[in-house]
């Protein structure tokens, strides 16, 4: 069957903060100008909003700069951020420390970011752009010329077997003079335009960490709204990075999230687990007793900052938002640089068209670099990589680059692979974790109930393996199969249904998160994620 085909001005992949503060934009422009311009967003999720996960403390300076009467307009930001701690834990202490300058959260609120998005998403139809939630794309288009002409989504009704049902639909090519890519973290369609346009030549390897977020309704009495406490230490040890977030939003609500980084050595540690016992802390677990887990999500964020920005142009097509990498790790905070970067995007993008056909954006990148994006992300490009010799060097490290030399320190750390930093098993101690008490604490499989995941059983299985050997004779073997840990849903299990001498990787590709670190940590990076059937995967409220 043919693919039926739509011809946009530009098509804006992913329905997040970048992707949709490019559409908007782009409509604002247009009317502003009395120019038409068509524009396309197209959304994997099963709703806008549905696939969104974040903290999230929201810097609004980007929205200040879209919308100067967003309060006016009913944006979804209902708690000021008031009181800032930051907390070293040990077993069972917890130690305050000065909250550091870029963590002070003076001016910003704590929200929803998927509400934030749905909002958004609202504007943006108001002013014409037309958004497709439940339609992923799947595949990148090009022209003869080797120019990006759009992308396709994929077809829905496609067994398992990789066979037609009688329920097949071809997907619908969705062409365009320009494309932006706003996937998000670890984009699959990006990938590939990684390797065909050598986007990542020049800098640093992205390196990443995996988050994972519960949503609570607490107590009145331990609910503090506007309250925003993060602690390093206790439980990871002081070679892994990370630590975690306790936000109090309005209603009762009560963030919790912990973040680990994807350089971790220990085959055997447990991002999920390190969290549920995170929560049992002396001086964290009062905040949980007594309440209710309404809801749960992970995914993978860009922690590599400044120095492992890729070209973010090609023929056709340019990247925007987190697929491209403009978290502020130090701030923990990436929505307001990925919004200013659609936006500087969008800006580059209608004066292009207004001069014809664009091939590529070159102003784009440069705009970025004068811009407040750029000058935010260089000055704290060293505090990520400090923390490579350990929590105590990159604490002392981040006070004498913050406080003493601004930012501007004459040297730049650099970035390696996260998927190059495992042991070996045989050279590592396992981790013994408690029992979920089911009320503090919980296993996968449950968490993932709530996360309300959902998958068409009946299609290919969309986490592949490029060579399916290599998950017994060099993960298993090596490295005693970490997926199996690092994975936050339980998609990856060992079983050995024939005997001890006959493992095999069983995918339950169902209980995916999309969060990506199978395809970031994979030790040989056998693990490719590709879009399943639009629509799938979690459906988070107010995440």
Excluded at 228 to 252: K, M, R
Excluded at 352 to 357: F, N, P, R, S, V
Aim: include cysteine.
């Amino acid at each position: 069957m043919a693919r039926e085909a739509m011809d946009f001005d530009v098509v804006i992949v992913g329905a997040g903060p970048s992707g949709l503060a490019a559409a908007i934009r782009l409509r604002q422009l247009s009317e502003s100008r009395g120019r038409e311009l068509s524009v396309c967003v197209l959304e994997k999720g099963s709703e806008v909003g549905g696939h969104i996960l974040s903290g999230a403390v929201l810097e609004p300076r980007a929205l200040d700069e879209l919308f100067a009467d967003w309060k006016e307009r009913g944006a979804p930001l209902n708690t000021p951020a008031r009181d800032d701690r930051l907390l070293l834990l040990t077993k069972r202490n917890a130690i305050r420390l000065p909250t550091p300058r870029p963590m002070r959260n003076e001016g910003n609120y704590i929200i929803s970011l998927g509400n934030l998005c749905r909002w958004l998403a609202a504007q943006a139809e108001e002013l014409g752009v037309e958004i497709y939630p439940g339609f992923a794309a799947a595949e990148v288009l090009y022209g003869e010329d080797g120019r990006v002409r759009g992308v396709a989504t994929g077809d829905l009704g496609i067994g398992r077997d990789g066979q037609s049902k009688a329920s097949h639909e071809p997907g619908i090519e969705l062409l365009a003079r320009h494309t932006l890519f706003a996937e998000g973290c670890r984009g699959s369609l990006t990938k590939t335009l990684f390797e065909r346009f050598g986007l990542a030549e020049g800098a640093d390897p992205q390196t990443f960490g995996l988050g994972i977020k519960e949503l609570w309704e607490v107590r009145p009495e331990v609910h503090d709204p506007g309250l925003v406490i993060h602690t390093v230490g206790w439980p990871l040890d002081s070679a892994t990075y990370g630590g975690s977030f306790l936000y109090h939003l309005e209603d009762n609500q009560l963030a919790a999230g912990f973040v680990v980084g994807l350089d971790y050595r220990n085959p055997y540690l447990n991002p999920y687990e390190e969290f549920q016992r995170f929560k049992t802390h002396p001086k964290i677990r009062g905040f949980f007793e007594g309440g209710r887990r309404i809801a749960y999500g992970a995914r993978s964020l860009n922690e590599g900052g400044f120095q492992s920005i890729p070209r973010l142009t090609f023929p056709g097509g340019a990247l925007i938002g987190c697929t491209a990498g403009f978290l502020n790790v130090p701030k923990i905070k990436g929505t307001h640089t990925a919004m200013k970067s659609g936006m500087i995007a969008a800006e580059t993008l209608f004066e292009a068209l207004e001069g014809g056909d664009p091939i590529e954006l070159a102003a784009y990148p440069e705009r970025l670099k004068s811009s407040w994006v750029y000058d935010e992300l260089r000055r704290v490009r060293n505090i990520r990589p400090a923390f490579r010799w350990g929590l105590w060097f990159g604490l002392a490290y981040s006070a004498l680059d913050t406080y003493l030399l601004g930012g501007r320190a004459p040297w730049t750390l650099r970035h390696h692979p996260d998927h190059a930093t495992l042991k070996k098993a045989k050279d590592c101690r396992p981790i013994t974790y408690p029992k979920p008490d089911g009320k503090i604490t919980f296993d996968r499989l449950s968490s993932v109930y709530i996360s309300n995941t959902n998958h068409e059983e009946d299609q290919p299985v969309h986490l592949r393996l490029k060579e399916p050997r290599l998950a017994i004779d060099v993960n298993l073997a090596e490295y005693d199969s970490p997926e199996q840990r690092y994975c936050p849903a339980g998609v990856y299990e060992i079983v050995r249904e024939g005997g001890e001498n006959s493992p095999r990787l069983q995918i339950n590709a169902q209980n995916c998160l999309h969060c990506k670190a199978c395809d970031i940590k994979d030790p040989t990076q056998n693990i490719d994620w590709v879009t399943p059937e639009g629509g799938g995967g979690p459906n988070y409220p107010n995440m």
